[in-house]
């Protein structure tokens, strides 16, 4: 059964802890994934963004406290989202090309998730004397390719915080299309 989404953001917002200050993703796969969407979302908070959009949280709305406290720890969120209008539309070179950036002995798979089409879904994490120091996911679809990486310190209590900000979708949501052009699961 095919990992939905928000099952993997949960895994993502579990986990992730400290890592490098930048996006992992090679800045040309960028471009070239965003030229041949339909549509893309490219996410990139490091320290400093992170702190300067924590500033429009209200501190007196309790769910935006948490969230204000919660991203004040974070090193960075980066997620790139490409839609495409027919299958095909990356290839798995390219997929695998992000892949093996966490192929070595410091990163361990936790989730590998494949169809029989070939889409699927890949969770690393980096531990350090059994800390969670890093998470990436990986989520690729005939028509949606999807990287999150999230850097910094989160608890697993934090989870629901961050969705729904950032880009980062909410935990339990069903993101597919039902051909309203509006996704599933509340989101606008």
């Keep these: 059964m095919k990992l939905r989404i928000s099952t993997v953001i949960l895994l993502v917002l579990c986990a992730a802890g400290a890592f490098a200050q930048s996006a992992p993703f090679p800045v040309t796969l960028e471009k070239e ?84 089409k070939g889409d699927g879904t890949d969770v690393f994490v980096k531990l350090v004397n059994g800390d969670i120091h890093g998470m990436f996911v990986l989520d690729a679809e005939p028509k949606e390719l999807t990287f999150v990486f999230i850097s910094g310190p989160i608890r697993p209590d934090d989870l629901n915080q961050l969705g729904g900000n950032f880009g980062i979708p909410r935990v339990g949501e069903d993101h597919s299309d039902d051909g309203s052009g509006k996704p599933k699961g509340g989101a606008k």
């Design 33 to 116: 994934l965003a030229a041949r969407a339909s549509n893309f979302t490219e996410v990139t908070l490091d320290k400093s963004m992170l702190s300067f959009a924590s500033k429009f949280l209200n501190g007196k709305d309790s769910d935006d406290a948490k969230v204000r406290e919660l991203i004040q720890k974070l090193d960075g969120i980066y997620v790139r989202s490409y839609e495409f209008d027919k299958d095909n539309q990356y290839t798995t070179a390219e997929v695998d090309s992000i892949r093996k950036q966490f192929a070595g002995s410091e990163w361990s798979p936790m989730v590998r998730e494949r169809s029989k």
